[in-house]
């Protein structure tokens, strides 16, 4: 069974560019979670969607952050415009229940 | 307070060793706690759930005390590939999938 899929692996940007992250969850996961992890940290959970549904944002920086799984399979997160410290991992997880979370590889994100 | 909390280490310990971790909570309606493992660079993956009555697997055993929002995980006879950030997690409560990630505890195992 594949796993959760992310793109880019690695992603090199000057601040004030945008910047994009593309996730494919397990089939059949109706849950899709992004979470950021900086070194040194544990995830921190950004938005949680329930199908296409986003049922979960009040981590989301909003003003420069948006989110869209417009289908309720793949989902994109964007930074528009990007600062230095958004420099971290950004991870995408899904789930079919309350027990277990898959992870992808993640998206190392650089800002210069 | 931070809502999961963990010494974040290193541990370092020798092949062979008992090496246990600990963790405690503060949200006092979670539900399902769980501990991941992190390898260096990888993603987390689930290493097992915690149950009330405490629960092993292998070489691992897990025990939460509710009493005490404090969750422990025991590693027996420790191997090198063992060597990971082993993150504790729970959940916000009856059937929430929102889990909060502690910062992690890394485990170094030596020859």
């Known amino acids: 069974e594949a796993g959760v899929v992310q793109s880019p692996r690695y992603k090199i940007i000057e601040k004030k560019q945008p910047v994009a992250f593309w996730c494919n969850p397990i089939?059949?996961?109706?849950?899709l979670y992004w979470y950021l992890q900086n070194l040194g940290q544990g995830p921190e959970l950004l938005i949680r969607?329930?199908?296409?549904?986003?049922?979960?944002d009040s981590q989301l920086p909003k003003d420069r952050f948006s989110a869209e799984r417009l289908k309720g399979v793949d989902s994109t997160l964007k930074i528009q415009p990007a600062e230095l410290g958004d420099s971290a991992v950004y991870l995408c997880?899904?789930?079919?229940?309350?027990?277990?979370?898959?992870f992808g590889p993640g998206t190392r994100l650089t800002v210069l | 307070r931070k809502e999961v909390e963990q010494d974040p280490g290193p541990f370092n310990v020798p092949e062979g060793a008992t090496v246990a971790f600990n963790c405690t909570y503060s949200?006092?309606?979670?539900?399902?706690f769980f501990w991941y493992r992190q390898d260096c660079r990888k993603e987390p993956k689930l290493l097992m759930s915690?149950?009330?009555s405490g629960n092993e697997d292998g070489r691992f055993t897990a025990q939460l005390n509710r009493a005490s929002q404090y969750i422990s995980l025991l590693i027996r006879d420790s191997k090198l590939s063992d060597s990971a950030t082993y993150l504790c997690?729970?959940?916000?409560?009856?059937?929430?999938?929102?889990?909060?990630f502690g910062k992690g505890t890394k485990l170094s195992v030596i020859p």
């Open positions: 997880a899904s789930s079919s229940s309350y027990n277990e979370q898959f």
């Open positions: 089939s059949g996961h109706n849950t």
């Open positions: 969607y329930e199908n296409e549904e986003a049922v979960d």
């Open positions: 949200n006092s309606a979670s539900q399902s």
């Open positions: 915690v149950y009330s």
């Open positions: 997690v729970v959940n916000a409560g009856a059937g929430s999938y929102q889990l909060t």
